[in-house]
């Protein structure tokens, strides 16, 4: 049973504007959300991650938002660049149960220049 | 610039073949995982260990699959029989113990593509 779901297989934006990528999940004792990002033929990296005592983290161009009445998360990619295109991958974990992490099936990001 | 490795990076074999896969974590992560991503499930977690010792292999089919950690700097997966079901990507990720507020992110290496004909 999958506990994180990203319900969007594929999103495409225009460079420049703003890419929001969504993430769900259903175990209400996750405390930390991660999201990885994936380029073909390498493995996932690291891009951000958000705590649950918080509701927004920002890094750059990157700011990630929880919601944890309503179990969602989400990635805004601002300006969305070329280099963006990826796979990305949410995640969410129990922290005090070791760094077990719960991954989505992702979301194929094309930025169309 | 430490990395997590893999090898090998592709890997093609017929079903019924034994399957090895190696990983070399990052020196002083004594965390180990192995996932495999399929298109329908995204990223698997198979098999998880701490200190060498293995906390959770639940998400492996136990009567083919079999995950070791002969020393902190080695871990492997073996398939044994292969089948066609098992071609996919598989990934090897290190992390450091929990304990650290500022980092908790897992490292993933390259991964190792296996098909199985």
């Known amino acids: 049973d999958q506990q994180v779901k990203q319900n969007s297989p594929s999103l495409s934006v225009q460079e420049g504007r703003i890419s929001i990528l969504n993430c769900d999940y259903t175990?209400?004792?996750?405390?930390?959300f991660l999201w990885y990002k994936k380029y073909p033929a390498e493995g996932p990296t690291f891009l951000i991650s958000?705590?649950?005592?918080?509701d927004k983290n920002e890094d750059g161009r990157f700011t990630v938002f929880l919601n944890k009445s309503a179990k969602h998360l989400s990635l805004h990619i601002v300006p969305s660049q070329p280099g963006d295109s990826a796979v990305y991958f949410c995640?969410?974990?129990?922290?005090?149960?070791?760094?077990?992490?719960?991954f989505g099936t992702g979301t194929s990001l094309t930025v169309i220049p | 610039d430490a990395r997590v490795t893999q090898t090998p990076r592709h890997k093609v074999t017929e079903m019924g073949q034994e399957v090895t896969m190696r990983c070399q974590p990052i020196?002083?992560?004594?965390?180990v995982f192995w996932y495999r991503q399929t298109m329908m499930q995204g990223l698997e977690l198979l098999a998880y260990?701490?200190?060498?010792?293995?906390?959770?292999d639940s998400g492996m089919p136990k009567d083919r699959f079999s995950a070791e950690m002969p020393d902190a700097t080695l871990a492997t997966l073996k398939i044994q029989p292969s089948e066609p079901r098992d071609s996919a990507v598989y990934f090897c990720?290190?992390?450091?113990?929990?304990?650290?507020?500022?980092?908790?992110?897992?490292?993933f290496g390259p991964g190792t593509r296996l098909t199985v004909t």
């Open positions: 990720a290190s992390g450091p113990t929990t304990g650290s507020v500022a980092s908790y992110e897992q490292y």
């Open positions: 175990n209400s004792m996750f405390d930390y």
């Open positions: 958000i705590s649950s005592i918080k």
């Open positions: 995640a969410a974990s129990v922290r005090n149960t070791g760094n077990q992490f719960y």
């Open positions: 020196l002083g992560h004594n965390t």
């Open positions: 260990f701490r200190n060498r010792a293995p906390l959770d």
